[in-house]
């Protein structure tokens, strides 16, 4: 009995991966990989944004080359466990990192980590969140951005943003801070679902925080949409006005990040910067992250992911002392 | 009971000097002003300290055999503790862990379960080692297979190929 | 509502989804009753399956493995002493004396019956109040969560049996092992000596089946070849009849069940806290309410009642602020919610109101999971217990090898399985010093809430002290935390037994 009921479990679950895992075989390109399951680990857990990105990566990525690829989530250490995992491992394209900015320069921003994205192998950016928008609550009594900016303006380390400090929703509110030239009081209120709690209850005023988790909140009046941080309206979130429009030069996204450790033949870096352009083509791949993140497709090959990188990393540098607590 | 005063004074001076490790750590750590990273690790320092200082206290203190706390009373088990075996138990279990990246999962827990299963076996049983290598590799195989084929958990392979 | 329900169980009677179900729930109790794999794990492995099926089947089978998962754990930690997760932790203390005293499979019934009607009542509170009381939990912020967990903590000095010093010193040792890592609050790092792999800390699965699991092999090894019977305690089956309890028995637990279960299901709805802290903190209370308090530990139902309504009562209550609020109650709702977010369906206040037939699916599921979960775990009852036919020598180096799989699968990194290895020799060393393991495990939960909650909490009231007490929950709390001390202070000098061992000890 026990047996039967054992094996009939184990061919069932076999059989659902099977199902899960079905791939279509196709010629290999000039490089020979991949070879074997390539495992992508990713910084969060199952379930937010970035392991979304990650995992539509992985499912396109078996379509197009036949091959798996393994998503293994490491959270923890703001990401350092990943980065230090990938870091470690053999640099023969079998092992990649995928992560953010928020965490890949953030962290050595804040000290947390001693490695800067150059210890990696840059693949590309495989797609670029704009879901962040501002909100403010109920009880902060600012409906509009200009309102904000003047009640800041007005008492200085009155207006508290909720962040999670030395992280990258702190960088944004210090980055806002500059730009509007206001002084907030930044409290430290954990992460997005922590966030909401304190908005709801009263506890902050203000917070950056995806437009999805909040949605519902903005449409019955509980927050307040003051704008979003893109160049350009990002047509899935509303009407939500971007800052610049409100004449606050500010814009921020965040960018995931494709990456190999160091040493990884520049051929696989660059086919996998293929793969991953040709995913981004794939229009089935737009429709599904529009649908569950809000997001827009975006893709910068190797060069130009470089370019960004370097130049986060010297916007967000201007932040260090704040960041380490001097 | 000279014995269990002398264990409780051994205890008492374990938990002292763990906490004073700890304590040791926290001062390095570094301070800023007002309520820091370091505050609620120098409150359980402080703590830690006076617990121990309170045990060894108690240890003087007391002149007359104090009951045992034992959870499950497994401590006094006929035939007394059998060190060779804990040793060697958790010789394997350190050898598994080291080995399983370079060896493999596959192979090194058909190794671990075999040799501890006899390691573990009470004297008064045979050992019979074909099925014990059955159930090794039996449980190796389907647990490997399982979690690296349906769960997509990549167990460290090793030196198998796949 | 009751014609949307009937939708709902429509949907979920389809045989697909049964089957989903059915195999959901097996999974997850094979995932809750083995060491070191937990409900987290068996939703975060299977939630990538879910993306290729409808969000009905999706959610289905998600509902299904956390209700089998939670509920599983109860069958290791009364068979073998060993919690199968953390939220069966306090179910070891009296199950494990009812196993060796020949009651295993009345404690098994016990804890399948009460884990039934725990989940029952949590998804009945989702169903009907569940507006209402995510309302509550909005109104909890950081001065309401340190005074929570410093109330919790104080209750540590119950589980102190024998010396209170070794007991206080096990909570403290635990609070000060959490505070390895990253910081809360501010990014820095402590006691990492610059190792990378500690920035993240110690990850609560590997204390736990370190100090238990692993704990249990090294006993096993310093004294099991000298025993004459390797086998467990063989439990006859005979003369059991339905699940090994009476209908009397039955009925003088429900007070301690519904008190446990209000436990479960408020603490389960907190964001941030769930059913491993509900269980532990529904068995002291269950301990200090009863009659007989000394019994407790000893094998007395009451405590495996408590725990095991408190940690399904969780269920519902870690749902609640998921499809109410959109905010994830603990580790498994938050993996739930991206198995929304994937379907492109965002919980919130408007869930109801927009996806209504999802919804009560979803509630459907929930009630069908739970009654698959008893009849499983009822016909599977005698299947556990031929579960000790197997010699301990066999049995406990499988287990470890599931906990290094366990321990492995938290982030695929070999120092989590070195971890347990640490945890283990740490727990054995406990058994030697006669110091209990209990009082280090809530430490070492309880521990980074309070300072996180401290540090946030002065953050807001700009460094005052005096926030934690114009708070009324948080004072509320911390002055129950203060009467709870004087009470053990009064209880230890009025027993005349304790009075000698009080001046003796301290």
């Known amino acids: 009995m026990k047996k039967t009921i054992r094996a009939s479990l184990l061919s069932a679950l076999v059989g659902m991966a099977a199902i899960a895992a079905q791939s279509t075989a196709f010629a290999a390109d000039e490089v020979n990989w991949p070879t074997r399951p390539v495992q992508v680990v990713v910084i969060a857990n199952p379930g937010g944004d970035t392991d979304f990105n990650a995992r539509m990566m992985a499912k396109y990525f078996n379509k197009i080359t036949g091959k798996n690829m393994v998503v293994t989530n490491v959270a923890g250490g703001g990401g350092t466990l990943a980065a230090e995992q990938v870091k470690g491992a053999a640099a023969d394209g079998n092992t990649i990192l995928f992560t953010h900015t928020g965490q890949l320069i953030v962290n050595e921003v804040a000290g947390l980590s001693d490695d800067s994205f150059e210890a990696f192998d840059i693949a590309c950016i495989a797609g670029v969140d704009k879901g962040a928008i501002f909100v403010a609550s109920e009880s902060a009594e600012v409906k509009t951005l200009q309102a904000l900016i003047d009640k800041a303006k007005a008492n200085p380390n009155s207006v508290s943003y909720g962040t999670e400090m030395g992280s990258f929703s702190h960088i944004q509110g210090l980055m806002f801070e500059q730009l509007a030239g206001v002084k907030l009081k930044m409290v430290d209120a954990g992460t997005v679902s922590e966030k909401v709690v304190a908005l709801l209850g009263g506890r902050i005023d203000l917070g950056a925080i995806s437009y999805g988790s909040v949605q519902d909140y903005v449409t019955g009046g509980q927050m307040a949409a003051l704008g979003q941080p893109n160049s350009e309206r990002n047509a899935l979130l509303g009407d939500v006005p971007t800052f610049k429009e409100q004449g606050v030069d500010f814009t921020i996204d965040k960018p995931y990040v494709v990456a190999f450790p160091k040493g990884t033949d520049p051929a696989i870096v660059a086919k996998m910067a293929g793969i991953m352009q040709q995913i981004t083509e794939t229009p089935e791949y737009a429709e599904e992250l529009k649908k569950s993140f809000k997001q827009p497709v975006a893709y910068h090959g190797t060069e130009e992911a470089i370019a960004v990188l370097s130049k986060t990393r010297e916007d967000f540098m201007q932040y260090k002392d704040v960041l380490r607590n001097k | ?162 | 509502m009751l014609e949307l329900l009937q939708q709902g169980f429509g949907a979920v009677f389809s045989l697909h989804i049964m089957l989903l179900m059915v195999i959901g729930v097996a999974v997850g109790i094979v995932f809750g009753a083995v060491p070191g794999l937990s409900a987290t794990m068996a939703v975060a492995l299977c939630l990538p399956l879910t993306f290729t099926m409808g969000p009905q089947a999706g959610l289905s089978l998600l509902v299904a493995l956390f209700i089998g998962a939670t509920s599983g754990g109860l069958i290791s930690a009364i068979l073998l002493k060993i919690p199968g997760t953390p939220s069966s932790i306090a179910t070891v203390f009296d199950g494990g004396p009812l196993m060796e005293q020949g009651h295993g499979v009345k404690a098994l019934g016990v804890g399948i019956v009460f884990s039934f009607l725990g989940t029952i009542f949590s998804i009945a509170a989702l169903m009907f109040i569940a507006p209402q009381l995510a309302k509550v939990a909005l109104r909890f912020g950081p001065h309401e969560y340190f005074a929570i967990a410093v109330f919790s903590l104080t209750l540590i000095a119950t589980l102190s049996a024998g010396s209170m010093v070794k007991g206080l010193f096990a909570g403290a040792l635990g609070f000060a092992v959490s505070t390895v890592g990253i910081a809360p609050v501010e990014a820095i790092r402590r006691f990492t000596f610059g190792v990378a792999e500690l920035n993240g800390g110690f990850a609560m699965l590997t204390v736990m089946v370190g100090m238990f699991a692993v704990a249990e092999i090294i006993k096993l090894a310093e004294s099991g070849r000298h025993a004459h019977q390797s086998k467990a305690q063989a439990v006859s089956m005979k003369n059991i009849k339905g699940f090994g309890f009476s209908l009397k028995e039955f009925r003088e637990q429900l007070p301690n069940a519904g008190r446990s279960g209000l436990i479960g299901l408020g603490i389960g709805i907190l964001p941030g806290i769930g059913a491993g802290t509900s269980n532990l903190v529904a068995y002291i209370i269950s301990k200090k309410r009863a009659k007989n308090p000394e019994t407790y530990g000893k094998g007395n139902i009451g405590g495996v009642v408590a725990s095991e309504t408190a940690n399904n009562a969780g269920i519902g209550g870690a749902m609640l602020p998921l499809m109410t609020l959109g905010i994830p109650g603990d580790t498994v709702t938050a993996i739930l919610l991206g198995g929304f977010l994937i379907h492109g369906i965002q919980p919130g206040p408007l869930l109801f109101i927009s996806q209504g037939p999802l919804v009560y699916t979803i509630f459907a599921a929930l009630i069908m999971s739970t009654v698959l979960m008893l009849f499983m775990e009822f016909y599977g009852l005698r299947l556990f217990i031929k579960l000790l036919d197997v010699p301990k020598h066999i049995l406990l180096p499988i287990i470890l090898v599931l906990c290094v799989v366990g321990a492995f699968g938290l982030s695929s990194r070999l120092f989590d399985v070195w971890s347990i290895l640490l945890f283990g020799l740490l727990g054995y060393l406990f058994v030697k010093a006669g110091m209990p393991a209990a009082p280090f495990i809530i430490g070492f939960i309880l521990g980074p809430m309070a300072e996180t909650n401290l540090r946030r909490g002065l953050m807001l009231s700009d460094g005052n002290f005096g926030a934690f007490l114009s708070n009324p929950i948080a004072a509320a709390f911390l002055g129950l935390a203060l009467v709870f001390i004087l009470w053990q202070v009064v209880s230890a000098l009025r027993s005349k037994k304790s009075l000698v061992n009080e001046i003796l000890r301290t």
Do not use: W
């Open chain 2, 1 to 162: 009971m000279a014995t269990t005063k002398k264990k409780e004074l051994l205890i008492g001076i374990a938990m002292l000097g763990a906490s004073l490790g700890y304590l040791l750590m926290t001062i390095q750590l570094p301070r800023h002003n007002g309520i820091d990273a370091a505050f609620v690790p120098s409150l359980l320092s402080a703590m830690l300290c006076l617990l121990g200082v309170l045990q060894l206290l108690s240890v003087r203190n007391c002149t007359q055999a104090v009951t045992e706390y034992h959870p499950d009373g497994e401590a006094e088990v006929a035939g007394g503790s059998d060190i060779k075996t804990v040793v060697k138990t958790l010789a394997l279990i350190l050898g598994y862990i080291a080995l399983l990246n370079p060896i493999g999962f596959p192979i090194m827990t058909v190794i671990y379960l075999y040799l501890q299963f006899i390691v573990l076996t009470p004297l008064d049983h045979r050992v019979n080692h074909l099925v014990y290598a059955l159930i090794a590799v039996v449980t190796s195989a389907i647990t490997y297979l399982l979690f690296r084929e349906a769960f997509d958990l990549m167990l460290p392979s090793g030196l198998l190929p796949f």
